[in-house]
């Protein structure tokens, strides 16, 4: 659940929720231009340089595609190509988001086998391997790296390993992670990442995006048109128009120009400070808005180690509404927090705090802001 906007008459609205996030000046100038054919000659450098620039945040050699579309997109492209009709896919599931993608799988005719943990707990890669070893016929594994409604962040890293060792492909949902912490996608052995454009990669909605290596696109050319049950979410497709018209038209349909131009321009600014030092800005920020919600009483749901660097999820006290506080900080600051999801939204507040709009002083102003939020909740 997330706070509804309020108008306010000083400070532009703040973003500081799971997603999306507020964008830098720079992407609002690309998306405020005038609009831009996605073909021709003009267009051309500019996708082989939003594709190469995704490469490099993704840390990897192999494909990477783009579509119209939400992080939901990039999962149903994704196991549209890779699976057929009645494959089994061992999830990873402690979470709002590791529930959704077994409901995604069984709408595809797939068969989510679930890997369970608590909403407060890590996935356990023991767990994974125990269900490898006992079922040789998984198609493939998929976890989720940062389950937003806890702030977890999963071990991929560890999960990965294992796929290696039992010889299927690993999928990774990074739709709120990618430039956020490490996911090194070559380096772990990760088969497939998932993301999209509106959370740390500093885009605007609407762009799906999936990083494919040679072990995941095997298993694409494997399954024939024929098995398709989709055109459009068929990476099969994509790589058709990409290679047969590379020179004028690489993408099956039309594409939203100015969201692509905003988000090349966020990953610009991105390289330009370099992966390193975004991230380690991140670590910093946390570390500061985590301390100040300690001052203020509030626990982290788990413990920090545990979470993630670009979302902070607090337990509020007993008889305080999440959703009071926000509403309070939203009216004081023009600061947008989000709160829990099911069934933890009478429970947790979400902060996030990704993109390069969110300050340190933004920071202080929504503590400041919730401290008085508690006082008058707790009156």
């Avoid at 500019?46 to 990897?60: F, P």
């Avoid at 490898?132 to 999960?159: K, R, Y």
């Avoid at 390289?271 to 991140?282: D, I, K, Q, S």
């Avoid at 400041?368 to 909740?377: D, E, N, Q």
Wanted: one cysteine or more; a neutral charge; hydrophobic letters at 50%.
């Amino acid at each position: 659940m997330f706070v509804f906007t309020v108008m306010h008459d000083q400070d532009p609205l703040t973003l500081m929720i799971p997603g999306p996030v507020s964008v830098g000046d720079e992407v609002l100038a690309a998306v405020g231009a005038p609009v831009r054919p996605n073909y021709g000659p003009a267009w051309i450098p500019l996708h082989l340089e939003l594709k190469a620039a995704l490469r490099e945040v993704i840390g990897t050699q192999g494909r990477v595609y783009v579509t119209a579309g939400s992080g939901h997109v990039a999962g149903e492209v994704a196991f549209q190509s890779l699976f057929r009709r009645g494959d089994r896919i061992l999830v990873g599931n402690n979470g709002f988001f590791g529930e959704r993608w077994c409901e995604v799988l069984r709408g595809m005719g797939c068969e989510p086998v679930a890997v369970s943990a608590a909403l407060d707990e890590r996935l356990d890669p023991a767990a994974f391997e125990t269900a490898l070893a006992a079922d040789p016929g998984l198609a493939g594994v998929l976890v989720v790296q940062l389950e937003t409604g806890s702030a977890i962040l999963n071990p991929v890293q560890e999960i990965a390993a294992l796929c290696r060792r039992h010889n299927r492909l690993c999928i990774v949902d990074a739709v709120s992670s990618l430039a956020g912490t490490p996911l090194p996608m070559d380096a772990w052995g990760v088969d497939v990442v998932l993301s999209a454009s509106q959370k740390c990669l500093g885009g605007l909605p609407g762009l799906a995006i999936v990083a494919l290596n040679d072990r995941a696109w095997a298993a694409v050319e494997a399954i024939p048109m024929s098995e398709s049950r989709s055109w459009y979410l068929n990476l099969k497709t994509w790589d058709k128009y990409e290679r047969e018209s590379a020179t004028w038209h690489p993408y099956p349909a039309t594409m939203p120009s100015s969201t692509m131009l905003g988000l090349l321009a966020a990953l610009r600014t991105l390289l330009a400070e370099g992966l390193p030092a975004r991230l380690a800005a991140y670590e910093r920020r946390a570390a500061r808005l985590r301390a100040g919600l300690a001052e203020l009483g509030l626990p982290l749901f788990v413990p920090q180690a545990w979470m993630a660097p670009v979302l902070t999820t607090v337990t509020c006290p007993e008889g305080v509404r999440p959703l009071d506080l926000a509403t309070r900080v939203l009216a004081a600051e023009n600061i947008m927090l989000g709160t829990g999801l099911p069934p933890l939204q009478a429970r947790l507040l979400r902060i996030g705090h990704m993109g390069t709009a969110v300050t340190d002083a933004h920071v202080d102003r929504m503590l400041s802001a919730l401290a008085a939020a508690l006082r008058a909740t707790s009156r």
